[in-house]
């Protein structure tokens, strides 16, 4: 069954800190790659979304994501966070005819 | 512009009693549309979803119903709820495509008690 990991549950970093977050799937094939945030009290909103062509993708907010298929891999990345920053971040993949299967998340908190 | 309502966005309920949590989209026609529930660690599981009126597909066999009376109407049900109904349930829509942008709605808070 196709499944999306997310390695980090709880990520804690200072402002102007470089940010990482893991995204490992485990389909086959073509797949389609997203990342979602949702921050305190708003909806959950797209951040980048991957398809084909370049593989490092760029999203809103200067945040970036490369897809590695050698690695099953789409990581997010930005390269100094920001307190508005702290959020929860969704990685989740889908390929044809299937459904988003989304990641369990990972906490961000970016401390002042 | 689209936007994504859910109703209510809080409710408690007693266990055995009926539940109906209300989506609806404006500004598109004929969306995808679906229903998760968001479990702490868990991620954002997906509980049924629907691509036309009356059209409904579930993903996990549960103590859950959907249905979608209108075009942009999508209405998930129990008759009895449990214990572990409770969480955090999301609706959201997409365009027909795969690669198309989930949006979702503002989420329903539901405790079982």
């Known amino acids: 069954a196709q499944s999306v990991s997310q390695h980090n549950h709880h990520v804690i970093l200072s402002e102007a800190a470089s940010l990482e977050l893991g995204c490992n799937y485990s389909?086959?094939?073509?797949?389609?790659l997203f990342w979602y945030v949702q921050y305190p009290g708003q909806h959950l909103q797209l951040l980048l979304k991957y398809f084909s062509g370049d593989p490092l993708v760029k999203g809103i907010k200067g945040f970036e994501a490369e897809f590695i298929k050698s690695k099953f891999s789409f990581n997010l990345r930005k390269p100094s966070v920001q307190w508005s920053d702290t959020a929860e971040y969704f990685c989740a993949a889908n390929n044809a005819g299937n459904m988003l299967t989304f990641g369990g998340g990972t906490r961000l908190m970016v401390k002042p | 512009s689209q936007t994504i309502h859910q109703w209510p966005a809080t409710l408690v309920q007693p266990v055995g009693s009926p539940l109906s949590l209300e989506c609806t989209v404006e500004g598109t026609s004929n969306p995808n549309l679906y229903w998760y529930r968001q479990a702490a660690g868990r991620g954002l599981q997906l509980l049924f979803y629907s691509v036309g009126i009356g059209q409904i597909s579930s993903e996990v066999p549960q103590n859950l119903s959907a249905s979608r009376p209108q075009d942009r109407q999508f209405i998930l049900s129990s008759k009895k709820l449990l214990l572990s109904d409770s969480g955090f349930y999301l609706c959201?829509?997409?365009?027909?495509?795969?690669?198309?942008?989930?949006?979702f709605g503002p989420g329903t808070r539901l405790t079982v008690l």
């Open positions: 959201a829509w997409s365009g027909g495509g795969m690669i198309d942008e989930q949006f």
């Open positions: 389909y086959g094939g073509t797949v389609n």
